[in-house]
T-cell receptor
């Protein structure tokens, strides 16, 4: 079946531009997560949705980062006024249930380069 | 910030040999998971071990967990060239988010 998809796969933005990254989770998955992965590092948590509710946004690095999942399915991560330090791979993951102990299925990521 | 450290950072072995990677973490956990990431691809879940389990097997994978030492190990037996990848341990917090280590890069030479 279809896995988690993300678009675009690659994005080059000039510093100061706004970007929007899209995540299509596996159909029926309740939980959706966003992670940021810098080169050579493990992914770092950004935010978590349970259906349309954003339950945890403690990992968002600044108020330039905003995420939404208005209908409990597709999610968008928006970065305003991009900075060079925002360059990273942004990973989206979904999970079937809203409680612990279920594996997360990751998308291929969006590689963002800010020039 | 990352949860803990993985050791070694890089590992190079011959096909057929076993590979062992270690992971340490800092806080109490609900479970610990191991993921693999191939170059240019997303993360793939390998195995999950709950905090009340000490050892778990899945195919050629064996995971141990020592909650008193806050550490885990992943053993891959009879390695293959296709096992070449980065391996990450991740602990699951009470809110469900995963906290990843920095990863071990494994190279299996044919």
């Amino acid at each position: 079946g279809a896995g988690v998809s993300q678009s675009p796969r690659y994005k080059v933005a000039k510093r100061g531009q706004d970007v929007a990254l899209r995540c299509d989770p596996i159909s029926g998955h309740v939980s959706l997560f966003w992670y940021q992965q810098a080169l050579g590092q493990g992914p770092e948590f950004l935010t978590y949705f349970q259906n349309e509710a954003q339950l945890d946004k403690s990992g968002l690095p600044s108020d330039r980062f905003f995420a939404e999942r208005p209908e409990g399915s597709v999610s968008t991560l928006k970065i305003q006024r991009t900075q060079q330090e925002d360059s990273a791979v942004y990973l989206c993951a979904s999970s079937l249930r809203d409680f612990l102990g279920y594996e997360q299925y990751f998308g291929p990521g969006t590689r963002l380069t800010v020039t | 910030s990352q949860q803990g450290e993985e050791d070694p950072q890089a590992l190079s072995i011959q096909e057929g040999e076993n590979a062992t990677m270690n992971c340490s973490y800092k806080t109490s956990i609900n479970n610990l998971q191991w993921y693999r990431q191939n170059s240019g691809r997303g993360l793939v879940h390998l195995i999950l071990i709950r905090s009340n389990e000490r050892e778990k097997h899945s195919g050629r994978l064996r995971v141990t967990l020592d909650t008193s030492k806050k550490s885990s190990s992943l053993l891959i037996t009879a390695s293959r060239a296709a096992d070449t990848a980065s391996y990450f341990c991740a602990t699951e917090s009470n809110t469900g988010k995963l906290i990843f280590g920095q990863g071990t890069t494994l190279q299996v030479k044919p």
